[in-house]
T-cell receptor, first 114, second 110 residues
Framework: EAEVAQSPRYKITEKSQAVAFWCDPI?????LYWYRQILGQGPELLVQFQDESVVDDSQLPKDRFSAERLKGVDSTLKIQPAELGDSAMYLC????????????FGPGTRLTVT | GIQVEQSPPDLILQEGANSTLRCNFS?????LQWFHQNPWGQLINLFYIPSGTKQNGRLSATTVATERYSLLYISSSQTTDSGVYFCAVEVREYGNKLVFGAGTILRVKS
């Protein structure tokens, strides 16, 4: 069964350092999402891509976060510089695209900033 | 924005018991999904159910879209059912992102 791949699974970094996460969606899925989940809460959308274009980054802290999906397939989310409050689970999801399609999630990257 | 409320927030069951989790939402939705988050943090898809009733083994779900709620039923619970259950909805007016509830923490004791 096709799955969303993410790496690394765990990342520990010091504040002010740069960190990057990678996601490979299910083959053929045009829409890719990055969500952030703070401990004890539900995930919240950071950025959404349709193919290689950003369609929603309204909740992305653009002063320190960036995301790209250059060829419309895999994606990278970067934080520079990392802050203590960025400690969270970063989840990638994908769907076929458009409205009313089921979203599938990867295993996530658990980030700890010290 | 849309509000998604899940109840109860916490639930402790004895193995073999049945349970019902509820999700209320404040607007019309074009997608509703139920997830189980395992101890490693991965979200496992349980149901895609914007309306109607579906069953998968010991789990079933019902969404009454006109009354803006969904129910997840777990029968004959097992310790492996423990974890956090999330309801998430998609509302066309807000794009096709999923908006999650706060989750229900389920603990099944043997």
């Amino acid at each position: 069964e096709a799955e969303v791949a993410q790496s690394p699974r765990y990342k520990i970094t010091e504040k002010s350092q740069a960190v990057a996460f990678w996601c490979d969606p299910i083959s053929g899925h045009a829409t890719l999402y990055w969500y952030r989940q703070i401990l004890g809460q539900g995930p919240e959308l950071l950025v959404q891509f349709q193919d290689e274009s950003v369609v929603d980054d309204s909740q992305l802290p653009k002063d320190r976060f960036s995301a790209e999906r250059l060829k419309g397939v895999d994606s990278t989310l970067k934080i520079q510089p990392a802050e203590l409050g960025d400690s969270a689970m970063y989840l990638c999801a994908s769907s076929l695209g458009g409205y009313s399609y089921e979203q599938y999630f990867g295993p996530g990257t658990r980030l700890t900033v010290t | 924005g849309i509000q998604v409320e899940q109840s109860p927030p916490d639930l402790i069951l004895q193995e073999g018991a049945n349970s019902t989790l509820r999700c209320n939402f404040s607007d019309s939705v074009n997608n509703l999904q139920w997830f189980h988050q395992n101890p490693w943090g991965q979200l496992i898809n349980l149901f895609y159910i914007p309306s109607g009733t579906k069953q998968n083994g010991r789990l079933s779900a019902t969404t009454v879209a006109t009354e803006r709620y969904s129910l997840l039923y777990i029968s004959s619970s097992q310790t492996t059912d423990s974890g956090v259950y999330f309801c998430a909805v998609e509302v066309r007016e807000y794009g096709n992102k999923l908006v999650f509830g706060a989750g229900t923490i389920l603990r099944v004791k043997s």
